[in-house]
């Protein structure tokens, strides 16, 4: 515990914006629990029970900081790794699930419990489901085709033998417990849907689909906004044995043709308008502009003309029954087309199966600690996984799911949160960034809140301190992953410290390495995961999955082939782990993989660009990524002599925004633009983007 005569630090508070009487009320008492605690108490005890007891969530957040570096002035960072913010409080852990469970097989600690799940993978995955009871018509024999060490073990075979729709595992709640809590935009009202209720609208869309002609495996797009509608629709398509594509609802026609197209989507599902304070935004439209095949279309202005062949949401309810039976089938049976950017123009199209939402499950039920009686919430899109995962993570687990239907980054979202008694909340670190440097969650009573959960970005250290004292310190699960992993490979819990913008450990039943360049084991490298686990993708629709993921990976220690993820990993001192970014081409950008490739396809397009190449930089403090642009123009352009600043604010770089909005997606948002002479290329012509970087 460092020795501070906080008595002389009242105008360092007070430069911190603390009044004087509220700043000498802080130092009294930080001495005052001092003179409690033994002199050996650890920094961070001390900062734990400081943050807890003394700091208040109204009291200016520089104060915050300032007292954190205080405390915190005698630990070294090198040999301790980066100082925690929060430490999980020992009369609580004992109600986790990952404590319960791991004493109820004697276990001394997180570690020994995580080391047997990955050495363990069979017994592991067993116990969960002996846990959780998901309702299997057939249960499996095995839960992996293939032992430790044999030939085929990094990608086997799922499940073996069982028979079940995993809809039917979403519905084990009491039918009267409270499945979805709704707000909407504009509203201060919150309605409830029950389990049973929820379940009565899943079959009457699954007999809707049916009547329509449409049979099992015939994929069924969705391009709508996250609401109790499209979470129904969702699991509809799921229990008639259909393949959901996820279409996210930002996305530009071009955008949607494509996924369309990979897809072999049969229909979709969609809404005329969204609605977004006084502005009415085009879906329909969109999916209109994309050739989209039969539409389903929910109305919000009644006047809403639809093609021919073209059907509305009433009409399509009306033709339906409610007593629909699920499609049953094996593990491998395709419930949700995904959609990830590869190296080329066409994004991978990656398949989730009826047994991946059960890594959906393990994730929210260990590392979030979910339980039936939580409320999860997360702004987020059936078009991105987090959507699908929102909905397995805590119907699976017995929970509720919180809906808003608005924009996230607005007060009312935050007052939707406290109105609805959210305890686990979601979201992306640019969203806490807006937060934060607009005000509009100061004061926010989110004292409900157990945890915060954040993935999609790099996450800024200091933007996610200032979360955890928003809510009067709760802890940060970072959780990293991808698409085709069905949930996360580094991630937190509530048993071990929270330090912002780390990983604590890889998830439960999956390990991981790092190696550099040489394919030697390092500190800092190429993260590559120890398969296998249920979630992995075994299948893409238009990649060769064996070569995307496995082509040339080296072997781990125990001889099973790698698993190629791509990101770029630091190991701290103590053992906790930091991402750094892509290490190959793909960024990215708002929560979305995006190639170079793509960007570089959609803005060669503008007048007066003869190339480019894209690339995606960390920023010094932390956080999303940030798009730059290095522009080869062609001669007599005129633009060649323009000065940095002026480049900036030239029409060439809004002309690029505007291509890259309206062909891929609003939410790439170009930071700069940089004239070159040449692009810097490998003897066989490739671009060299690191060296750019």
Known sequence: MSKINYSQKTSELIECGIVSQRASEILNAIESLIKTLNPETSSDVLWQSVSKKVLKTTDAFAAHLKIFDWIYTDWNAQKQGPPPVWIPDLSEIPNTHLAQVSSQKGFKNFSQFWSWSVKNREEFWTDFFERTKPAFRVPPTKIFSHSLGQVGFENPKFLLGAQFNIVESCFLAESKKTALVVGREG?????????????????????????LGLKPSDAIAIDMPMTPESVAIYLGILWAGCAAVSIADSFAPEEISTRLRISKAKAIFTQDFLVRGSKNLALYQKVKEAHAPKAIVIKVDQKTELRAGDISWSDFLAGAQAQAEPFVGGAECVANILFSSGTTGDPKAIPWTHATPFKCAMD?????DLHPDDVLAWPTNLGWMMGPWLIFAALLNRSTVALFDGAPHTREFGDFVARSEVTVLGLVPSLVKAWRHSKVMDGVNWSKIKAFSSTGEASNSEDYFWLMALAGYKPVIEYCGGTEIGGGFLTGTLVQPAIPATFSTPSMGLDVVLLNDERSPAQNGELFVVPPSLGLSQSLLNRDHEDVYFKDCPRGPDGTLLRRHGDQVERLANGYLRALGRADDTMNLGGIKVSSAEIERVVNTVEGILETAAVALNPPGGGPSLLKIF??????????????????????????QKEISSRLNPLFKLNEIKLVPSLPRTASNKVMRRLLR
């Open 631 to 656: 522009v080869v123009l062609k001669p007599g352009t005129g633009l060649e002599n323009l000065s940095p600043g002026e480049i900036q604010e030239s029409e060439l770089k809004s002309k690029m």
């Open 364 to 368: 929210a039920f260990y590392h979030h």
């Open 187 to 211: 509203s201060k009202e919150i309605s409830k849907i029950s389990y049973g209720e929820l379940l009565g609208q899943v079959k009457k869309i699954a007999s809707g689909i049916t009547a």
